[in-house]
């Protein structure tokens, strides 16, 4: 149980263009989730926290114009990266937080390129 | 702030090998702390998960023991495999509003058959 389900898991776009990755908890509510980014060989970074129904709260020097995420629903977040750059290729992964254990699953993540 | 320590940060074994992977962590005040697995190019599995009450967990051939009062954890892997081969993360959730982890960087774990 407590399954995220995250989609794609590669994505190749242009400079300029926009990109939108879902994350969708398949057997559970998930009222908190997490969006991360982690550059090779290099731990988690938390992106933000987006809690259903209000706005998301995002950590110190992420910009959150350029990283849009929406938590409309029980089930789903969503994180759209806006006018992507190369510099924003990395592999992005969320996250929701399991009310029953107050533990943490998450997403298998996904690789974005921007060329 | 929390602080998460992975010590090694990489380490491999023969085949069959016993092996402890160490966390250490700065902020004894944690809610609960999780140990993951994370293979290349994946999101990450959760093996274990302790509850600050809690002194271990055991799950096969893997047990994670926690110190509180010395701000640490240790994961124990039993007769390793080359399927065990992974990066394994621990976190910290420290509670709080919104139950954040902290996550050390890993350790790189090969096991060589």
């Known amino acids: 149980g407590a399954v995220v389900s995250q989609h794609p898991s590669w994505v190749i776009c242009k400079s300029g263009t926009s990109v939108k990755i879902e994350c969708r908890s398949l057997?559970?509510?998930?009222?908190?989730m997490f969006w991360y980014r982690q550059f090779p060989k290099q731990s988690l970074m938390l992106m933000a926290t987006?809690?259903?129904?209000?706005?998301?709260?995002?950590e110190q020097g992420v910009e959150k114009d350029k990283f849009l995420i929406n938590h409309a629903s029980l089930t789903l977040s969503t994180l759209t990266v806006t006018s992507a750059h190369p510099e924003d290729s990395s592999f992005y992964i969320c996250?929701?937080?399991?009310?029953?254990?107050?533990?943490?699953?998450f997403g298998s993540g996904t690789r974005l390129t921007v060329v | 702030k929390q602080e998460v320590t992975q010590i090694p940060a990489a380490l491999s074994v023969p085949e069959g090998e016993n092996l402890v992977l160490n966390c250490s962590f700065t902020?004894?005040?944690?809610?609960?702390l999780q140990w993951f697995r994370q293979d290349p190019g994946k999101g990450l599995t959760s093996l274990l998960l302790?509850?600050?009450?809690?002194r271990e967990q055991t799950s096969g051939r893997l047990n994670a023991s926690l110190d509180k009062s010395s701000g640490r954890s240790t994961l124990y892997i039993a007769a390793s495999q080359p399927g065990d081969s992974a990066t394994y993360l621990c976190?910290?959730?420290?509670?709080?509003?919104?139950?954040?982890?902290?996550f050390g960087k890993g350790t790189l774990l090969t096991v060589n058959p």
């Open positions: 996250s929701a937080r399991v009310q029953a254990y107050y533990g943490y699953t």
């Open positions: 057997d559970f509510q998930a009222t908190t």
């Open positions: 987006s809690n259903e129904g209000s706005k998301a709260t995002y």
């Open positions: 902020d004894s005040a944690i809610y609960n």
């Open positions: 302790i509850q600050s009450s809690q």
């Open positions: 976190a910290s959730n420290s509670g709080g509003s919104n139950y954040k982890l902290t």
